[in-house]
Each structure stands twice: as C-alpha cells, then as structure tokens.
C-alpha cells in the first residue's frame, strides 16, 4: 500500500514564509484548508492504489480473458477491490517463472496451482508470506471449512506448519480416474461378454487375437491390449491391486493402512509375471515400450478400431471418433477375489497451492477477503464452467445447478476452459454436491461422473497429498529419480522377457542399496505429518 503523498517541499516553504510575514488568521485559515485539502487527496489516491492488485494466471493456451470477466471480477467489485489480470501462456511460463523468483517484479499474488509446485514455494519463501494470520479477519468462508473439513485443513497447511497457499476441492470430479475401456463392438461381433475376472479378460484378450474381431477380413491387424493414456503395465496389472495414483505420487499407495511403494509389493511382482504371460502369448502390443506417442495416438485412433483394450480418462479422449465403439472395462476380480479400480480423489479433485500472496503486496487482506468469496458453492460451480447465464443456471427454487450447452461451436471442455478458471483456483462443494448438478448437453464430466456411479464402490484408500519440507523435497528429487529409472527398466524385461521371480530379490537389494528405505521413510514422514495436521 502507497503511504500518504505528504507535502511538497514547495507548499511547506511558502507556508512558512507567509507566517513569517505576519499573514492574518483568515489566511493561516485558507493555507491550512489547502494542507489538509493535499493530505485528503493523497489519501484518497493511496487508498485507491491500495484497492488494486496485480494477480498473475497461467493457461495452457490462449483462451482469452474470458476466463476472469464472470465471477472472479464481480466478486472483486463486490469485493471493494480492482484486481488487473496477467495471462501467462504455461508455453512461456518456464523462463518467465525463473525470472520472478530470481528477484523479478512479482505481481501481488498467483491464481492456480499451475503456477507453483510445492518445491517453488517452500525454496523461496521470502517470495511469499505466510496467510495464517488473516484468516480470521478476512475469510470466514475458508476459516469454517478448514474448522470443519480435515482433509482441507492437511491440504492448506505446509510441512512447516505454515499456509502459504490456498487449497481447493472442485465439484463435479469423479472418484475414478483413469481407466480401461473395452471395444464393445468387438465383443458382440464374436459373442463374448463383459469380462469379470482377470482371467476372463485373458480369455477375451485371447478371442481378439485369434478371431477377426473387427470384421474387416484380416484376422491378423488386432492389437488386444494397446498403450493409451495412463500407465499401461499399472492399469494391466491393476487386478493384482498396482492402485496407482496421479502423476507425481511418486508411485505410492495406501495398503493395511500403511504408505506402501507400489513397485516392490507383492501384488507388483504377480502382476508383471500374469503380464508376461499375456505378452508371450501376443495379447499385448510388442511395441507397447519403444512406440512413441504419433504411433500410440495413430492406433487409436485408426479409422477401423485396431486396438480393443487401453487405459484412458473417458473413452471419447482415447478413441476420438471410434469411441462409440468403446464401454469401460468392469472392475476385474483378482487372485484374491478383490477388484481394483485407479482412485486418487485428493489429487485429481483436490489441489495445493490454488492462491499464493507474494511479499510484493502491501495489503494482503482485502485481496483475501476476495479471494474468500470462491469458497461457496455458487461460486465454485461458476468458476468450473462459467458464470451463471452463459455456463451454468441455477434453479433457486431448489438449490439444483444445470451446466449449459456449449455457446460456441466449441467442446464443453473447452468452453469451460475459455469462460472459467475451470481446473485452478480456490474452490469448495461439500460432498453430495454432485448430486445437484445435471447437464443439459453431452458433456465429458457427465459421462465421467455417470461411469463413477458403477465403478467408484471399488475406490481403495490412496496415498494423500502429502506435504514435504524443502530438505524432503531435494533428497526424493535424486533418490527417486533413481528408483524409478531402476524399476521402469526392469519393468520393461521382465513383461517382454520374463524373470522377475528368478531376479525379485537382487531388485529388492538393489533398490535397498539406492536408498530405497531413506525414500520409504521420507514417505512416511510426510504421511505422518500430514495426519497431524488434520
């Protein structure tokens, strides 16, 4: 905040003078109403400087500004304050990132977790102050869900006890996250039903081999399980319970309660061997390891369907035009008789580090007292998909929420996008919220939250978004790098080649060797850690 414009030098001097001369009382008068006339207009314009704050955003593309013009600057005028935006493309953001905190010019905060990892902001935190100490005053919205919801309360606060940014959790976000789809075509060309159990999903993998599944004469051009969109050997092996997260999880699980590293357990080692087994016998694509992502995306998306089984987000993102064609696969049942489904609710539906107030403001409580209107559920569906009127109506009467067509030609996604801050900033919907949402066009996110009522039952307790202190943070940035090269290249033999339960315990030893125990103790520190703070 600008302080007061205190007098010029020129004002005070004449000022003196003229009461050295002997002025009369009616000037003295008029000189003093001249003084405090200079120190209500300084005050004035320090108040308005005060008023306005320079926030920065980062977008995947160049949408526009549409993006801010709805809810976030209404609720700024609501709010008493002048917010001017700074749209950075994520293309730019890299050089531009390295600049600001090097000691460049920061704007007076960031919107959306884009912007800064958790790394950024606890190695550099005399670029960002602390928000602990203003969240009484200025956001009783944020105060009661954090007094209230303790997963929100773990996610706003840092390994260091401290907030520094701002948590979200978005609606309309399903429990399942990636997925396997199933060409359903191919299964009623040779008569077979869904698969239920592992082994049925080999015998059906087997029938679209040997049998002309996609009907175009040439028995020999199906590729029964091919790479898609998430982690193929993990979604492969999923039956085994390989329940892996959101990327940057750094393959962790929850399993008996206790944080387990996905690559050495038990049901990892059986799943690659089944994998294998499916590999020698052709079921699976030979090119799944050395094929770069044009191949990848030129099978799927091949006119004639040439792969029947992939991991994906919905089917219409894997396929494109042949997903129609495609169901999800159910959940498979295991050895143990178990089913498995990929599930990391806190970090595909919730976030760190949404909002983050650099030491560059001066003012930082009107700014949060914005920042606090996100947090209903008004607000949070607007920011998601659009202000009210253009990409949601809201029905008072009772309390429902109706996500709007697309006005645009565009897909709902990218709508949304363009008129929302959509995936980022500050938002919150208390659980059954859901519920009140329905869509009055195809939507990507109904088709998502329509297969979530079937599968989601199948949801494990996953890894949580953990918080790691700067000195966590710089040893897993070696150590698992490491790891995962050493897990990833045995990974890749043993399904080709086979021989992970002649070589499994030199693997085990020779992860032990590269630090595997001082990562697995950094895990579950930062587990601990953040169960406290729940």
Known sequence: MKKKIKMTATVLALSTMLAACGQSAQQASNTAGSENATAAAGTERSEDAASTYKVASVRWADWGEDYHTGFPDKAAEEAGITVNWDTILNSDWGDKKAVLLAGGD?????MGSICFSESDVLTNTGSFIALDDYIDEYMPNFKSIIESDPTMKALATSADGHIYGLPSKKPCRPTVANQMFINKQWLDNLGLELPTTYEEFEQVLTAFKEQDANGNGDANDEIPFGQGYADSVMFFCLPFGTTIGADGTYMMAIQNGEPVYLPV???YKEGIEWMHSCYEKG????????EDNSMRDAKLMNETPIVGVAPGWTADAT???????????????????EAYISSDPEH?????????VTSACQNPGPLLSWVDKFYTEDASIQNFYGSFGIGVEK????GTYTVLEPQDGNSADTFAWIESLRDFGPKYIADGFND???YAAENGDASKLALDKELGKYAKEAFPNVSYTTDQLNTLSTLFSDL??????????????GGVDEQWDNYIQTLTTMGYEDFIKIQQDAYNTYNSNK
């Open 106 to 110: 920061l704007p007076d905060a960031f």
């Open 265 to 267: 357990t038990e049901g």
């Open 283 to 290: 079921l699976i694509d030979p090119e799944l390891f050395t």
């Open 319 to 337: 396929f494109g035009a042949n997903a129609s064609q495609y169901v999800a696969l159910p959940a498979l049942k295991g050895p143990s008789g």
């Open 348 to 356: 595909w539906n919730y976030s760190r580090y949404e909002f983050v």
């Open 395 to 398: 029905n008072d009467a009772d």
């Open 436 to 438: 009140k949402v329905k």
């Open 484 to 497: 995962d090269s050493y897990v990833t290249s045995n990974q890749a033999t043993w399904v080709t080649e």
